[in-house]
């Protein structure tokens, strides 16, 4: 739990402390009207959240009290969207409808003391008689019927005697009321309406306001979680629980403010119109905000809830701008997911002077280099790369490939441009290259330079998929009706081509296409014949951009434009002179060149650490990711380029694990110690004795046959697994890549 606890947390804590409550419990309570979405993810965080915190418990209630809306397919849409965050409701899931014969008995009382009546205005009457903000209202003549009169209607209304809205049951508490809540509220109407759960068994049913807190009681309850909308609400809620002169403790209702986003729409009733107009396709159309469309986009659960404990928890109404659960979206996936190659354009190159074919080895993670896992990358003499990394006339500042520029391949060969073919149309249909066979990715001896880097396939191995791409649903911040709603946010791309080795993993996995951005295997409509994937998310923020593009550039001839990875702001001259720098001499790849020239913070850090320590590819990963962070983060930063050197000298000569490392930057961070010290002090060095590790690996073999059964019947995948086994068992201090060697042998042997 952070620091400065919010307000109910502060309120739990008095209770706890005051001895009002043993154990604290809460709940839930959606109405099964609709597919839960993003508000609801943070009411549950709020509930469920509170709850784990203070060892209490949450229960999931069906607020089911209106019978013509609700339906068993919400329920489990509920229940689905509590489980996929990672929280357990108390027991098993509640109904309002449960309590339906005691709430009648609660209302029975009420009436033999004389606190409600049957009123037969009908409500138009009913509204009318209430008064306004500024007149009081007058009291029905109804309301004078005796206890047994009143008794005896009841009973009628619920025995079916009489037709929709011709009683209701109120109660009777202040005409003149300022709250106008509190002008004799409704407790029950008549309603001859099947409901799913109790079928015809009622024909009245109670309001809102009536059954909420007597649920609550009912459950025991201590803090009643809703939404600011609800504040005027509170004083029913309290004088029914009161009237009743129930047995303590009660329930006390609390309120925070509901998340609006924007770009999107957020009420059941909103998106219940887009999915039954077929505006999108169902309730988990992974561009809605419900939780089952962020499941199936492949956003992650954990980034939901990091984004939720970002927004917190306040008293006063607010807008929420989208691209922030955005970002939380790309900062879990960034650290975790593969990264690999997928071309949504294709355009055709044959290598005239390769033959043959190859498999290049290519790390999962070449931004994160000694994280362990890669695949077999094959190379052959006709690959596609994406349409628009090659132009026949490119503009000043493109860098990549054209007739008179070579480019490099990612994690391959450079290549240069032999010959352009065309169509009858002067549509480019193909191009000659050759390749450098001295040129390969960590081991260039070429002396050729590039400015950039293009991903790519081999055209005979790579796969055929189809690509969703997700634009937002809306395209005004604030949408209101179906004309607001954009008529782009789907495109469907036929024909990408991706590489192998995605197609080989099992569903379920999420991957960083390189230079397009976050995919998931789509989980309903993916097939070994016809794979389907889905645009989580950007690798940065292209709604900003898309936007700032289509106001008119200021000065169009003057700036010079610099084309990296698929982005076309310009960099000044001195930031281009940077760029120039890191891809020429230093041979950093064009996205850390890209994050570090075009941030001077950054670049000086980075310059500086350098000044000590000669290792640019190494310290650039570091400044460019985890300083970035935390540069971003706050105004000071207690950590130094020299120590960033230190730490990074340390990686270099294998002392520690690049995973320790940020175990150790991480505690730089905090109190701005040396890296040696903490190394030092806290015995991280890393394990590279193959003596110390081979019983590790001997363990958890024995531990894991029935993996190891399947890791020998074929499934490949499973290596990962004992490397990362293994590596836990060591608490990241063992060297990866001698862990990979002997997991290698042992499982080979
Ligand atoms: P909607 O207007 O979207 O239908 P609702 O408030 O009617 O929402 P319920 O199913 O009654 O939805 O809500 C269950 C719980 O979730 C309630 O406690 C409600 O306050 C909370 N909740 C609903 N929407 C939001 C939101 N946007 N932000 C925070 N909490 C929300
Ligand atoms: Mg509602």
């Known amino acids: 739990m952070s620091e400065s606890k919010d307000f109910l947390r502060v309120k739990v804590e008095e209770d706890l402390k005051a001895g009002k409550y043993t154990k604290i419990i809460t709940r839930f309570p959606p109405e099964p009207n609709g597919f839960p979405h993003i508000g609801h993810a943070k009411s549950i965080y709020i509930n469920f959240g509170i709850a784990r915190d203070y060892q209490g418990h949450c229960n999931l209630r069906m607020d089911d009290t209106n019978p013509t809306t609700e339906d068993m397919r919400y329920v489990e849409a509920l229940k689905d969207a509590v489980t996929w965050l990672g929280f357990e409701w108390n027991e098993s899931v509640r109904f309002a409808s449960d309590y339906f014969p005691k709430i009648y008995e609660y209302a029975v009382a009420l009436v033999k003391m004389g606190k409600a009546y049957v009123d037969s205005l009908n409500e138009e009457e009913i509204r009318e008689y209430r008064g306004t903000i500024t007149q009081p209202g007058r009291r029905s003549k109804y309301a004078q019927r005796s206890v047994e009169e009143n008794l005896e209607l009841l009973e009628r209304m619920k025995n079916g005697e009489f037709k929709d809205g011709e009683h209701v049951l109120r109660a009777r508490i202040d005409m003149s009321a300022a709250n106008m809540k509190m002008r004799d509220p409704l407790l029950y109407r008549i309603r001859h309406a099947h409901h799913f759960r109790t079928g015809d068994e009622w024909c009245i049913y109670p309001m809102y306001d009536f059954a909420h807190c007597l649920s609550d009681y009912i459950e025991g309850i201590t803090h009643s979680i809703c939404t600011l909308e609800f504040e005027n609400n509170r004083d029913i809620y309290d004088w029914v629980l009161d009237a009743l002169e129930l047995t303590p403790p009660r329930p006390y209702q609390y309120e925070f403010a509901r998340l609006g986003m924007n770009y999107t729409v957020m009420s059941k009733r909103k998106l219940l119109e887009l999915v039954d107009g077929k505006y999108v396709n169902g309730w988990d159309d992974p561009r809605l905000p419900t939780i089952a469309g962020y499941k199936r986009r492949g956003y992650t659960p954990e980034a939901i809830l990091n984004f939720c404990e970002q927004i917190g928890i306040a008293k006063a109404n607010s807008m929420v701008d989208v691209a922030q659960l955005e970002f939380c979206i790309r900062d879990d996936l960034n650290k975790k997911v593969p990264r690999v190659m997928c071309v949504v354009d294709p355009l055709e190159v044959t290598i005239e002077n390769y033959e043959g074919e190859e498999e290049i080895e290519a790390s999962y993670y070449p931004h994160d280099v000694p994280k362990e896992g890669s695949r077999k990358l094959p190379f052959s003499n006709t ?125 379920d996995v999420r991957f960083q296409f390189e230079r397009q951005g976050y995919f998931y295997a789509d989980p309903i409509d993916y097939t070994d014949a016809k794979p389907v994937f ?93 300083v970035a962070r935390e540069l971003k983060q706050n105004e000071v930063i207690k950590f130094t380029p020299t120590q960033i050197a230190g730490l990074v000298k340390m990686i270099d000569e294998e002392t520690i694990s690049s995973k320790i490392a940020k175990q150790v930057f991480e505690q730089m961070v905090q109190n701005g110690e040396n890296p040696e010290d903490i190394v030092q002090s806290k015995g991280l060095v890393q394990i590279s004795d193959p003596n110390v590790i081979e019983p590790l690996i001997d363990e958890v073999i024995a531990k894991n046959q029935d993996n190891i059964a399947k890791y020998k019947a074929g499934n490949k995948n499973l290596f990962g697994f004992f490397v990362g086994a293994v590596l836990k068992a060591t608490a990241g201090k063992a060297n990866p890549k001698i862990v990979n060697q002997l997991v290698e042998q042992k499982l080979s042997s």
Request: charged share 30%; hydrophobic share 35%; aromatic share 6%.
């Open 383 to 507: 690959i596609y790369i994406e349409r628009d990394d090659f132009m026949e006339t490119p503009p000043e500042g493109y860098y990549r490939l054209t007739p008179n520029q070579s480019v490099r391949l990612k994690g391959a060969y450079i290549l240069t441009c032999k010959e352009v073919i065309k169509d009858e149309n002067g549509v480019i249909k193909q191009i000659k290259a050759v390749y450098h066979p001295d040129s390969r990715s960590g081991n260039d001896t070429s002396g050729i330079k590039v400015k950039s880097a293009i991903h790519w396939v081999s055209a005979k191995h790579a796969k055929q998929v189809e690509l969703r791409l997700y634009e937002r649903l809306y395209k005004v911040d604030m949408p209101e009706s179906l004309e607001d709603l954009n008529p782009d946010s789907l495109h469907v791309i036929k024909n990408a081509f991706i590489e192998p080795a995605v197609i080989e993993q099992k569903p």
């Open 534 to 626: 889905n645009k989580i998310v950007g690798l940065k923020d292209s709604w900003n951009k898309k936007v700032e593009k289509k106001e008119p550039a200021e000065k169009p001839t003057q700036t010079k434009k610099v084309v990296v990875e698929g982005e076309v702001a310009p960099m000044s001259e001195s930031e281009l002179k940077l760029y120039d720098r890191y891809i020429n001499e230093l041979n950093l790849n064009s996205e850390i060149s890209n994050i570090l020239a075009r941030d001077a913070k950054l670049s000086s850090f980075y310059e500086e650490s350098l000044n000590i320590l000669n290792s640019p590819v190494s310290l650039a990963n570091i400044v460019a990711n985890e």
